[in-house]
T-cell receptor
Framework: GAVVSQHPSRVICKSGTSVKIECRSL??????MFWYRQFPKQSLMLMAT?????????EQGVEKDKFLINHASLTLSTLTVTSAHPEDSSFYIC????????????FGPGTRLTVT | ELKVEQNPLFLSMQEGKNYTIYCNYS?????LYWYRQDPGKSLESLFV?????AVKQEGRLMASLDTKARLSTLHITAAVHDLSATYFC???????????FGGGTRLMVKP
């Protein structure tokens, strides 16, 4: 149980284009989903938190107009990187939990984004 | 601001040896997690520690939590090569589901 999937697992895009990453909870309803970014040999940094049907809450320093997050249903959240630049190349990991307080996060397999 | 510090950041050890990874955090926390990450992969949950004095063991790994000292340890017993990975601790304050990760400990176990 508690499986989270991400699609695509790898994506290469050209600078200036946009790319969408999907995060799905496969066997539970995810009230809250989280998006993290991880640069090589670094830790995970929380980008934003989204609750189903609400606007995402972004961490300080994360541009909300560049990283668009939509949590349209209890099983799906999407992260769209708009006008991507090479510095956006990173490993993006989502997680999902069944509630806001006291629930464990279950992590997706990650998406490797390379912007050329 | 919650700070989570792990040490060491890099650990090279021989098979069969024991060692401990430390995770210190700066604010009262309700729960602490340990994760394993293999190269190019996402996180694998190892342990969830929910109370002071909690100790959990799985195979050659044992995790403990001292909330008074704001310290968690991950002890490795008789290391084997398959344990080579990066280990992260993450702290959740006030059961608010917001995880703050430590910097990670890259473990390399040599034959």
């Amino acid at each position: 149980g508690a499986v989270v999937s991400q699609h695509p697992s790898r994506v290469i895009c050209k600078s200036g284009t946009s790319v969408k990453i999907e995060c799905r909870s496969l066997d539970f309803q995810a009230t809250t989903m989280f998006w993290y970014r991880q640069f090589p040999k670094q830790s995970l940094m929380l980008m934003a938190t989204s609750n189903e049907g609400s606007k995402a809450t972004y961490e300080q320093g994360v541009e909300k107009d560049k990283f668009l997050i939509n949590h349209a249903s209890l099983t799906l959240s999407t992260l769209t990187v708009t006008s991507a630049h090479p510095e956006d190349s990173s490993f993006y990991i989502c997680s999902a939990s069944q509630g806001w307080s006291g629930f464990e996060q279950y992590f997706g397999p990650g998406t490797r984004l390379t912007v050329t | 601001e919650l700070k989570v510090e792990q040490n060491p950041l890099f650990l090279s050890m021989q098979e069969g040896k024991n060692y401990t990874i430390y995770c210190n955090y700066s604010t009262t926390s309700d729960r602490l997690y340990w994760y394993r990450q293999d190269p190019g992969k996402s996180l694998e949950s190892l342990f969830v520690l929910l109370s002071n004095g909690a100790v959990k063991q799985e195979g050659r790994l044992m995790a403990s939590l001292d909330t008074k000292a704001r310290l968690s340890t991950l002890h490795i017993t008789a290391a084997v090569h398959d344990l080579s990975a990066t280990y992260f601790c993450a702290v959740d304050i006030n059961a608010g589901n917001m995880l703050t990760f430590g910097g990670g400990t890259r473990l390399m176990v040599k034959p």
